[in-house]
Antibody, heavy 121, light 107 residues
Framework: EGQLVESGGGLVQPGGSLRLSCAAS????????MSWVRQAPGKGLEWVST????????YYADSVKGRFTISRDNSKNTLYLQMNSLGAEDTAIYYC??????????????WGQGTLVTVSS | DIQMTQFPSTLSASVGDRVTITCRAS??????LAWYQQKPGKAPTVLIY???TLQSGVPSRFSGSGSGTEFTLTISSLQPDDFATYYC?????????FGQGTKVEIK
């Protein structure tokens, strides 16, 4: 199924920006849609964004649309999430997750360990 | 967005018990439903997809059923490793949504 390792989380002030990365290995990265899913402390799971295997199609939750940008570099087997205009409501563990197929809108068959983003002054 | 309502939110059970968790969708999602298990401090792992297909490597005591708007996850005989939080997730639409989770606790 593969391995996913997130990085880039940390403490950021309200209104600030952060870029998360997800390094993929042990599978053909370009063949699969990839997503970000987040989990606020003590809360449930929230899908954030998905990018098709080719990078041609992107999808965002309404809560992040216009502020977050998902991208990928298939030559580096890496998924990114650029997060701008961050607010306290964005505080969460951010998981990178793999779809089981190239086309998006599926379940998630592989997850990273997560990276914590804390938005606070 | 499609809303997913999961119940109960907490379930107390003993080792060996048969456990059932229910997930209800706000509209017809056919069988585009997955179930996940999440242990404290860990990422979720998929147990079942397409409502009833067991993910490779998942013990056969886990089973899923349902279609349309009503779905169930059943653990036939609860084991110590199964105490965790379980989530359903619909993938009928690109805007995927999760249930709020069911925490299975030791009775």
């Amino acid at each position: 199924e593969g391995q996913l390792v997130e990085s880039g989380g940390g403490l950021v002030q309200p209104g600030g920006s952060l870029r998360l990365s997800c390094a993929a290995s042990e599978f053909t990265f370009s063949s699969y849609a990839m997503s970000w899913v987040r989990q606020a402390p003590g809360k449930g799971l929230e899908w954030v964004s998905t990018l098709s295997g080719t990078g041609a199609s992107t999808y965002y939750a309404d809560s992040v649309k216009g502020r977050f940008t998902i991208s990928r570099d298939n030559s580096k087997n890496t998924l990114y999430l650029q997060m701008n205009s961050l607010g306290a409501e964005d505080t969460a563990i951010y998981y990178c997750a793999k779809d089981p197929y190239m086309t998006p809108a599926q379940y998630f068959d592989c997850w990273g360990q997560g990276t914590l983003v804390t938005v606070s002054s | 967005d499609i809303q997913m309502t999961q119940f109960p939110s907490t379930l107390s059970a003993s080792v060996g018990d048969r456990v059932t968790i229910t997930c209800r969708a706000s509209q017809n999602i056919y069988t585009w439903l997955a179930w996940y298990q999440q242990k404290p401090g860990k990422a979720p792992t998929v147990l079942i997809y397409k409502a009833s297909t067991l993910q490779s490597g998942v013990p056969s005591r886990f089973s899923g059923s349902g279609s349309g708007t009503e779905f169930t996850l059943t653990i036939s005989s609860l084991q110590p490793d199964d105490f965790a939080t379980y989530y359903c997730q619909q993938y009928h639409s690109y805007s995927r949504t999760f249930g709020q989770g069911t925490k299975v606790e030791i009775k």
